[in-house]
T-cell receptor
């Protein structure tokens, strides 16, 4: 069974641009969560989706948005990038809410 | 907000020794999970313990949960060099703006 796939692996953007990150969950998993990881703040929860519905959202500004498609694949978008958005963005899938998560390798975003 | 907080922040031991990491959390939980991360890559799920469980084992791992003290511990027995990684506890309270919230981790170094 293929694991969680995140694309791209690395991304370099400049301030003010927008970016879209993609996540393909493990086949059969309907729950997808996104996390931002930085050295200073650690792992912070962004969103959780289940069957195309956003179940939970973390305390991030409206520039951060996401969605989940009918095939459970998910995307997150960050608009008007700021230097502080530089981070490792991790996607995780699970069979359902409240269960263990399987993480992808992440997308390393650098904002210059 | 950071639900889980690990202690110590860093731990260095000799190969073959046991490693113990502690985690404290703030609110009532549905379950508590432990993950491992190698060199900024994706996290790997180790073990999940539910709020009505007190102890759980998986191979060389032993996790305890004390809901009255809002704390958990992870014991790795007979450590190996390959156990060198960062270990995170993550508390799931059941939803809201927190999702599955992670602590900042314990960085474990196993000296050969």
């Amino acid at each position: 069974k293929a694991g969680v796939t995140q694309t791209p692996r690395y991304l370099i953007k400049t301030r003010g641009q927008q970016v879209t990150l993609s996540c393909s969950p493990i086949s059969g998993h309907r729950s997808v969560s996104w996390y931002q990881q930085t050295p200073g703040q650690g792992l912070q929860f962004l969103f959780e989706y289940f069957s195309e519905t956003q179940r939970n959202k973390g305390n991030f500004p409206g520039r951060f948005s996401g969605r989940q498609f009918s095939n459970s694949r998910s995307e997150m978008n960050v608009s008007t990038l700021e230097l502080g958005d530089s981070a490792l963005y991790l996607c995780a899938s699970g069979p359902g809410p409240n269960e263990k998560l399987f993480f992808g390798s992440g997308t390393q975003l650098s904002v210059l | 907000s950071q639900q889980g907080e690990e202690d110590p922040q860093a731990l260095s031991i000799q190969e073959g020794e046991n490693a113990t990491m502690n985690c404290s959390y703030k609110t009532s939980i549905n379950n508590l999970q432990w993950y491992r991360q190698n060199s900024g890559r994706g996290l790997v799920h180790l073990i999940l313990i539910r709020s009505n469980e007190r102890e759980k084992h998986s191979g060389r791992l032993r996790v305890t949960l004390d809901t009255s003290k809002k704390s958990s511990s992870l014991l790795i027995t007979a450590s190996r060099a390959a156990d060198t990684a960062s270990y995170f506890c993550a508390a799931y309270s059941g939803g809201g703006a927190d999702g599955l919230t992670f602590g900042k981790g314990t960085h474990l170094i196993i000296q050969p």
